[in-house]
């Protein structure tokens, strides 16, 4: 079965960091690009991030480009978050998703065919 | 950024009738890098329509997809009772950042 958990999440206090993190099974995890989206409480959905297989393609979101890291470990099938200077508006479920299709050298050229639970940040004094 | 504006908000219908979901971008989305997503609360989205039209692994043919260019339509042909929840569309491709819509609610009337 593909599946994706989440981890990481938590209460933390505005301006410190967290680092979220992603386990991958049922799938050669090497294979695909993946991606952070977070949802708000009570808001929509809202893409965070993307790394593409081989992690020579990433981009990130506007509203967090030079705050947040998003990486990725082959030999953890696991994909990371590194979100440093953490604001009150960063508060959100965050998702773990895989890209639907496999092989592509950019991250952003296909849709996102599973996700994760996700894990909750609070950011907050 | 494309902007991905979603109409109605909410739509209220009964089990069996037709579902028609608007997602109108704010320049052309190229080689029709559009997703359709459904959410249930307290839930994970879920992949519906890749490529503006082609149907995800396991999503009932109820569902169907169309457009190109700026606007895209998801249709569902019968409401079944699972499917009232809200649907996203999503663009991916050589716009950066992929940006959602706001959503559109399908609610039971």
């Known amino acids: 079965e593909v599946q994706l958990v989440e981890s990481g999440g938590g209460l933390v206090q505005p301006g410190r960091s967290l680092r979220l993190s992603c386990a991958a099974s049922g799938f050669t995890f090497d294979d695909y690009g993946m991606h952070w989206v977070r949802q708000a409480p009570g808001k929509g959905l809202e893409w965070v991030s993307g790394i593409s297989w081989n992690s020579g393609s990433i981009g990130y979101a506007d509203s967090v480009k030079g705050r947040f890291t998003i990486s990725r470990d082959s030999a953890k099938n696991s994909l990371y978050l590194q979100m440093n200077s953490l604001r009150a508006e960063d508060t959100a479920l965050y998702y773990c998703a895989k890209s639907h299709g496999s092989g592509s050298s950019y991250y952003q050229y296909n849709a996102m065919d599973v996700w994760g639970q996700g894990t909750t940040v609070t950011v907050s004094s | 950024e494309v902007v991905l504006t979603q109409s109605p908000g909410t739509l209220s219908l009964s089990p069996g009738e037709r579902a028609t979901l608007s997602c109108r971008a704010s320049?052309?989305?190229?080689?029709?890098?559009l997703a359709w997503y459904q959410q249930k609360p307290g839930q994970a989205p879920r992949l519906l329509i890749y490529a503006a039209s082609s149907r995800a692994t396991g999503i009932p043919d109820r569902f169907s997809g169309s457009g190109s260019g700026r606007d895209f339509t998801l249709t569902i042909s019968r409401l079944e009772p699972e499917d009232f929840a809200v649907y996203y569309c999503q663009q991916y491709g050589d716009s950066t950042p992929l940006t959602f819509g706001g959503g559109t609610k399908v609610e039971i009337k």
């Open positions: 320049q052309s989305i190229s080689s029709s890098y």
